[in-house]
């Protein structure tokens, strides 16, 4: 870290896909501001096999177009002096394949599902999670630790004081399986153990041997409580150590920065926590990149990370195909299109994945498959944010009679108040209101609810700056980072297409209407706002006021502008071909999504 | 972006081939510095430890965890056999008593007073690296395995499914634009590589499974081809583990597409040579290409400056999107501003004149050069 005042920041994200750059300077009011931005292929792919080169490549076009001289032959210029250099380089990561991690516990819904949290908010994808009651054979878990080669393993089970034959157990199936790392053989596997303290020691004869084994505090010392940070913080270190310093290039990358490489959603995660906790607001976002997608939320003070790593638009996008289904991506399709060649073109796309829709039909067909991809990760997401199990809590009647396990997700779509999506098809869809209508398709938020997309999709460079230079990341992220798409209010529940919804007034600076919106339609005032509604939801629905109740506010507009979304939660979308197809033109046109659909017809 | 544009993969009639052919493990390598090597040649060998039985001793004899030490009749490092009796128990006299069986022949690897589980070990497994081609060891990685080099011919694909192989290269068919079926194959073709045009079809790829043939090499496959033969969706664009006896290789992409005239062209020259094939494919974290390579030992070859140059007026490129997918061309003009295509988005783009004559407006990001 420079000691001398920090002028200008250049930061990258060297996503499996792309190489993104930054540049931000203190402005002459002392502001921090976004000046440019570059990108460029990333280059882990043969004949290059250096990820320097592609950070080369946006630096260099972040050179010509701010004018300002940041490389020579040695690498990044520092520190800045009059138009050449930086103060600061930093940068993330998620090329080579991230980083990939097995989680061990010994009760599947309990310590695992904790190891798993703790991965996962480290920035990792989780291989498996392998517990003594996760259904599987001794053999069958010794098997599939074979088959893996992680970057490294996190171990925990029990809490301190308590059985340590479980986790010893654990820890003898990982010593049978003699586990590998992914790159390299030439160093042991980093293992982490945070179970009970008082296994340490059988662990330790079992495993110092074979793996790198760490110690840490216990991630959940007693049930009620999870201790997370210490885990995530030994995550980040050894995968400098290791993972990054096997990945090609990485090690001059590293020479270069001025801290150390942040994994990309370790580093979204830590701008999406402190965007929440700044704003007191529950918040979902997504990330949506080329191989994973990443579902961060803080709901009520918590934080989760979920990444599905497989659901992706480019490296993975058969993989959506193969876990939605064909029929899934076609019902967002309002023409017809031959099964096999959607498929077809879905596979060119998995093997040349940087090419970009060129048609309106391929812009339909790549937003189609993003629905169906944010889709299931939030649904995937759902699973983990629960609430701590293995607790006592008093249940109420209601939970009694409702069969719940009172550690039910904590997303409560009513409760979110803002949504924001990221990566290249949400950031760089042609229209924002493609952009909130994915979002809302995928997520069917409920009640009163922000939209936003990353602009440029910054938001891993602002997430490791906001460690760094937490003045310099807020006010980038408040002023150029965050495009306000609008807000949706959308009730609960279903009614009888055609029939009253949401009725009311809606006024804001110059003017005012009065709305009628049914079931089963989409309307949008246009406008930054803000919007002064007075809305009443019809058949007992809920808007974020209460059952029935009126919702008097004022909210937000945004490039788009207020969204009244009554087409239903969930949303319906009808079997029969010829209705659907209608129902879809309705909503396209309600919102003018694609205006050069005319009629259907491309 | 810049060069928003994917570099074309290599067809080269000469360039220098260096493959790493490392072992999972260290182990031996059984070759030197200097030797020729064939594909079938061992290069080096190691163990694999072999697969772990846990058996729960404790639980199955009904003691306590601390006592299994006592019972067993075997000690830490010694072998076992199949169904021999490794702990014993017998209380009050005989009056309760049971007994352990060893689920496998290995050796007694450890004893858990805290879990009352033994750990048998089965033998370590062989695992043995051959050259893949034929070539002059030129470096040895202590331990770890060995770097074969030769002068050769190299034709990468865009994707490919099953592993390394190796066979005489025969062209099934005549023309590129010629579409691979069951008939071309031949009863002979045994242990060959067969080279098709423009598809091949799931029965194709029957019936070369049938006649024991090594490898296809092909411009494009229908997915429905391809999920038909393997009886799964690939989803994630990681291959080389198909549990399949042939590998494949396709040049050009997913549906009829011709193989590229070079290509084409290099094959037919190459007729009748013994050919390495791989159909490994990773188009994500460290990117492996499918592949055929043929030892040319003695022809003047470089290496290959793969990395491209640019794009550049002239340069000849290949459409790999909608609505001129697999649509061969030559640049014609790079507009330096952002153009409006027809989905709306702002992007770089450039003209193309296609081999038909038609002169058509394409995202950069759309084309790839074609190595010439």
């Known amino acids: ?602 | 972006m810049s060069d928003a544009y994917l570099p074309g993969l290599t067809v080269s009639e000469a360039t220098i081939i260096r493959k790493v052919r490392r072992l999972p493990l260290k182990g031996d390598v059984l070759v030197e510095r200097g030797m020729r090597v064939e594909p079938e040649t061992v290069v080096a060998r190691t163990f694999i430890p072999g697969r772990p039985h846990l058996v729960p001793v404790a639980n199955l004899l009904n003691i306590e965890p601390a006592e299994v030490e006592e019972v067993m009749l075997k000690a830490v490092g010694d072998p076992v056999e199949e169904g021999e009796v490794i702990a014993r128990y017998s209380a009050f006299f005989g009056l309760f008593r049971g007994q352990c069986q060893s689920p496998a022949a290995g050796t007694i690897e450890h004893i858990s007073p805290v879990t009352g589980q033994v750990t048998i070990r089965e033998p370590a497994v062989p695992v043995a690296v051959k050259a893949y081609i034929s070539g002059v060891v030129t470096e040895i990685l202590p331990r770890e395995g060995v770097v074969v080099e030769t002068p050769a011919a190299l034709a990468q694909g865009i994707f490919g499914i099953g592993g390394e192989g190796c066979g005489r290269l025969r062209m099934a068919v005549k023309q590129p634009d010629e579409v691979l079926t069951a008939r071309h194959i031949r009863d002979d073709d045994r242990g060959r590589i067969l080279v098709g045009g423009a598809l091949v079809t799931a029965e194709a790829l029957r019936r070369a499974e049938e006649a024991g043939v090594t490898g296809l090499v092909c411009g494009g496959i229908l997915d429905k081809d391809l999920h038909e033969y393997l009886g799964y969706e690939i989803g994630v664009a990681i291959t080389g583990h198909e549990d399949i006896p042939l590998s494949l290789v396709v040049t050009e992409g997913f549906g009829k597409l011709p193989m590229a005239a070079k290509t084409f062209a290099l094959f037919q020259k190459l007729e009748g040579q013994t050919a390495s094939i791989n159909g490994t494919t990773q188009i994500r974290a460290g990117v492996l290409r499918p592949e055929v390579v043929v030892s040319r030992p003695g022809i003047a070859a470089a290496e290959t400056e793969t990395v491209a140059t640019g794009l550049e007026i002239g340069t000849r490129v290949r459409v790999i999107r909608t609505p001129w997918f697999g649509r061969l061309g030559v640049v014609s003009a790079l507009p330096v501003q952002l153009q409006k295509i027809e989905s709306e988005a702002r992007v770089r783009v450039l003209e193309v004149t296609l081999d038909t004559g038609q002169r058509v407006t394409v995202p950069r990001a759309n084309v790839e050069i074609l190595a010439e």
């Open chain 1, 1 to 602: 870290m420079p000691e001398q005042p920090v002028n200008v920041i250049l930061a990258v994200d060297c996503g499996s896909t792309t190489t993104k750059a930054i540049l931000i300077e203190r402005e002459a009011d002392g502001e921090y501001r976004l000046q440019v931005r570059g990108e460029a292929p990333t280059t882990v792919e043969k004949p290059f096999e250096d990820v320097t080169m592609g950070v080369r490549n946006a630096v260099k076009e972040v050179e010509e177009l701010s004018g300002r001289t940041l490389l020579d032959g040695q690498g990044i210029i520092t520190p800045a002096r009059d138009r050449r250099g930086t103060d600061l380089f930093l940068a993330t990561s998620s090329a080579g394949g991230g980083l990939q991690m097995m989680v061990a516990g010994v009760v599947k819904t309990m310590t695992a599902e904790s190891a798993q949290r703790a991965a996962l908010g480290a920035g990792a994808i989780v291989m498996d999670t392998i517990a003594v009651d996760d259904g599987r054979l001794a053999y069958q878990k010794i098997e599939r630790i074979r088959q893996l080669r992680p970057d490294m393993v996190l171990v925990a089970g029990g809490v301190d004081g308590g059985t340590v034959s479980h986790v010893v157990e654990i820890a003898e199936i990982l010593s049978a399986s003699d586990p590998r790392p992914r790159l390299g053989s030439g160093y042991n596997l980093p293992v982490i153990y945070c179970g009970n303290v008082d296994a340490q020691p059988q662990v330790a004869k079992l495993l110092q041997d074979k793996t790198d084994l760490r110690f840490l505090p216990n991630i959940r010392p007693v049930l009620e409580r999870e201790e997370l940070g210490q885990a995530r913080e030994a995550i980040h270190n050894l995968f400098m150590e290791h993972v990054m310093a096997q990945a090609p290039g990485y090690r001059t990358l590293l020479e270069w920065t001025h801290a150390p490489i942040m994994p990309t959603p370790a580093a979204v995660g830590k701008i999406i926590q402190t965007v929440a906790r700044e704003n007191a607001v529950n918040i979902i976002g997504v990330d949506i990149g080329g191989a994973t997608t990443d579902v961060f939320s803080m709901f009520n003070g918590v934080f989760n990370r979920t990444v599905s790593a497989n659901l992706g638009m480019s490296y993975s996008v058969c993989n959506v195909l193969v876990e939605t289904g064909t029929d899934n991506i076609l019902r967002w399709l309002p023409f017809s299109i031959d099964p096999a060649e959607l498929k077809n073109r879905i596979r060119n796309k998995m093997i040349r994945p940087t090419t970009i829709p060129h048609t309106l039909e391929d812009l339909l067909i790549e937003q189609a498959i993003v629905r169906e991809a944010l889709s299931l990760a939030f649904a995937h997401h759902k699973t983990l944010a629960v609430g701590l199990r293995g607790i006592q809590r008093q249940r109420t009647i209601g939970e009694a009679f409702q069969q719940t396990s009172g550690a039910d997700t904590i997303i409560d779509m009513l409760e979110l108040d803002m949504l924001v999506g990221s990566g290249g098809t949400l950031s760089h869809a042609p229209r924002r209101v493609q952009s909130a209508m994915m979002l809302m398709d995928a997520f069917q938020p409920e009640g009163v609810t922000r939209l936003a997309v990353d602009s440029i999709f910054m938001m891993p460079q602002l997430g490791v700056l906001a460690d760094i230079h937490p003045r310099a990341a807020t006010q980038v992220f408040e002023k150029d980072c965050l495009i306000h798409l609008g807000t949706v209010v959308a009730p609960r529940g279903r009614g009888r297409s055609g029939e009253k919804a949401i009725t009311g007034r809606v006024r804001w600076a110059g003017g005012s209407a009065d709305v009628a919106v049914p079931w089963g339609e989409i309307r949008l005032i246009p406008g930054q706002g803000p919007f002064q509604v007075e809305l009443h939801p019809h058949q007992g629905a809920d808007i974020g006021a209460g059952r029935g109740r009126t919702l008097h506010r004022e909210l937000p507009g945004g490039v788009c502008g207020l969204f009244l979304d009554c087409r239903g939660r969930p949303l319906f979308l009808a079997e029969d071909d010829k209705t659907r197809v209608r129902q879809l033109l309705k909503w396209y046109e309600q919102v003018g999504m694609y205006p050069m659909l005319v009629g259907g017809r491309l």
